[in-house]
């Protein structure tokens, strides 16, 4: 039996320690915290989109970076895994549109409340309000934790890395891991805050806050070349833009941001085709044509977007609907089919969903998760070099990677 510690009470540090303890493993885990799962609790708008339940092989269609990293993992712990432990464990599961899978509570609290009677069942220790100031090793093994307050040593034949990224600082994500990943020899890639809204430069974004838009289709162009394309929901914001679309747009355009502003184009109406959107307009000014242009767009567009667009075409206003000619309608139609927002740049960590980047998934084992530098190191979840796109498929990685890490400990 060896002696596992966990850093981090998060998702991927509560698999790691159930998957440990199961194998027979005595565990303690250190939550800096005063409880585990702070991030997990406000994923999902606290509902927790817990995992995804698309076909297993589509998991790696939704993750950005090092993919394949991650084979071992989702098919050692899958999806499928996931939803079967907490059905089993008394916490009912529903799937919502995108497979996106949810407790039938709505309460993400019924998610942590299955995993911590998990972990007391099965004699894990968990020590709060305890942060681990530095992992020791000797001949190239991990021997032992020390306690940043009081210095303690806990002595380990196996530590496993679980601390989470760089977003949400709040919930305790601030970086750890890098630092305990760096002194033990490993490489730290670059990290940007991911799944994260953007800036936009014009100030209309003001006017259009607390707007939510569905059956969208959003295009990133740098230049004319479209670096992004996705159809779903988006929001307006005071700053910006925020929403589904938006935030996995952040995880593929984040390098093209660094260097140019980029341009937002938004179909608000992808289901017309410019021809249809015409014949709908033509339709909805012949019911309307002794009103004003002003007023003649509300079966077409919410309301607060009304005005923007009819400023945007550069139509009078109090132009009588019935006077407003073909090419006119084609300026409108125009505005409905690519409406433009100047991207500036990403909002920071503190709105960050997840981190991209971290510990240099080439220095661990993808098959257990153990460094190939330090024996009986181990790394799970977002402290390493692995992201997805919105969906459950974030916390799905944590899921996976941790139990592989849990379950791997000799």
Known sequence: MSRAVIIGGGAAGMMAAIAAAEAG????????????????????????????ACDTEELFQAVVHNPKFLYSSF??????????????????????????????SDKSSDVLRV?????????????FHKKVGEILSADGAVTAVRLEEGGLLIPADAVIVATGGL???????????????????????????????????????????????????IKILKGTKTVYEE?????????????PVILSASSFVADFLKKEPLVLSVDLKPALSFEQLDARLLRDFEEMKNKRYKNALARLLPSKLEPVIVERSKISPDKQVNEITRQERRQIAEQIKDFRLTLTGLRGYKEAIITRGGVSVREINPSTMESKLVR?????????????VTGGFNLQIAWSTGYLAGSSVP
């Open 167 to 217: 977003s949400y600082p709040a919930t305790g994500s601030t970086g750890d891991g890098y630092q305990f990943a760096s002194k033990m020899g490993h490489t730290v890639t670059d990290c940007l805050p991911a799944l994260v809204p953007f800036n936009a430069k014009e100030q209309v974004v003001k006017e259009l806050q607390g707007l939510s838009l569905r059956n969208i289709n």
């Open 231 to 243: 159809f779903g929901e988006m929001l307006f914001t005071h700053f910006g833009v925020s929403g």
């Open 25 to 52: 493993h005595s565990v303690q885990l250190f939550e800096k915290n005063e409880k585990l799962g702070k991030k997990v609790y406000i994923t999902g708008k606290g509902r927790c989109n817990l995992t995804n």
């Open 75 to 104: 098919y050692t712990f899958s999806n499928f895994d996931m939803i079967n432990f907490m059905e089993q464990s008394g916490c009912k599961v529903k799937t919502e549109r995108g497979m996106r899978v949810f407790p039938q």
């Open 115 to 127: 995993l911590s009677l998990r972990l007391q069942h099965l004699g894990v220790e968990v020590a």
């Open 376 to 388: 009986g190191l181990y790394f799970a979840g977002e402290v390493l070099d692995l992201d997805a």
